[in-house]
């Protein structure tokens, strides 16, 4: 039989390791049944050969040794593999501290920047804010002005028109006075003329009464004369 030393040292050193990498990756719990069965070569060692031909209790012996060295193995790798990683955190925990620490001095550096800054971006501010009253001030007051140099403009154009319509109401009074004495004279001669017609009217009418009258009196004065002529032819028989 041989020893035990010997016997875990032979053992041990045909322990492989299976998908490393996996091993090192996975930052999750892995059970250590699974670890023992997946990432070794525990089931291919216990089933060799030279397991089966052993007769018990030996084979039970070495295939507890295996399975020690199997588990043994792969948890100190795995631990291993933690250990860096945990180093790796450490390291980047540390390295993470100090640029923190540099981006806070950054921020205080910063801060006090930005506060120098804020001040003149107030004074600026309220330097602005003066300027644009001012602004607004000047620019009411040119507005002002071009108003009132508009209403003046406006004034007297006005002005230009309302003395073109006083000469043109003028013109029109002074011409309707002239046209009025004209009107009075037409006037005057379109009653005379009237006046005239009624006249002649009038004379016609007694014109034509006259005459009618005189014809009258002439048919009387002929029976007058006929009447006159059979009594001169009376007269001499009677005597």
């Known amino acids: 039989m041989i020893d035990n030393k010997a016997l875990f040292d032979y053992w041990h050193d045909r322990v492989q390791l299976k998908k490393q990498e996996k091993i090192a990756a996975t930052a999750q719990h892995i059970p250590t049944q699974v670890l ?3 990432y070794t070569n525990y089931d291919l060692l216990r089933q060799s050969a030279e397991v089966k031909q052993l007769t018990e209790p030996e084979r039970s012996r070495v295939i507890a040794i295996i399975k ?3 588990t043994a193995q792969v948890l100190q790798y795995r631990a ?3 250990r860096d990683r945990a180093n790796e955190f450490a390291d980047a925990y540390k390295e993470i501290n100090q640029h923190k620490s540099q981006l806070l001095d950054l921020i205080k550096v910063l801060q006090e920047k930005l506060f120098g800054k804020d001040q003149q971006l107030k004074q600026l501010e309220t330097r602005m804010a003066s300027l644009s009253v001012e602004n607004e001030a ?3 007051e040119i ?7 508009e209403l003046h403009k406006e004034l007297e154009q006005l002005k230009k028109q309302y003395d073109a319509v006083e000469k043109r109401r003028r013109e029109l009074a002074k011409n309707n006075q002239s046209l009025g004495g004209r009107v009075a004279h037409t006037q005057r001669y ?3 003329r009237d006046e ?3 006249l002649v009217e009038e004379q016609k009418h007694q014109i034509f009464s006259l005459t009618a009258e005189n014809q009258q009196l002439r048919q009387a004065n002929e029976q007058f004369l006929r009447k006159l002529k059979r009594l001169s032819a009376v007269e001499p028989t009677l005597g």
């Open 143 to 149: 507005e002002s002005k071009k108003a009132a140099e």
């Open 196 to 198: 005239a017609r009624v």
């Open 138 to 140: 000047l620019r009411s």
């Open 190 to 192: 379109k009653k005379e």
């Open 68 to 70: 020690y060295e199997c």
């Open 80 to 82: 291993g593999c933690l």
């Open 36 to 38: 023992r069965h997946e």
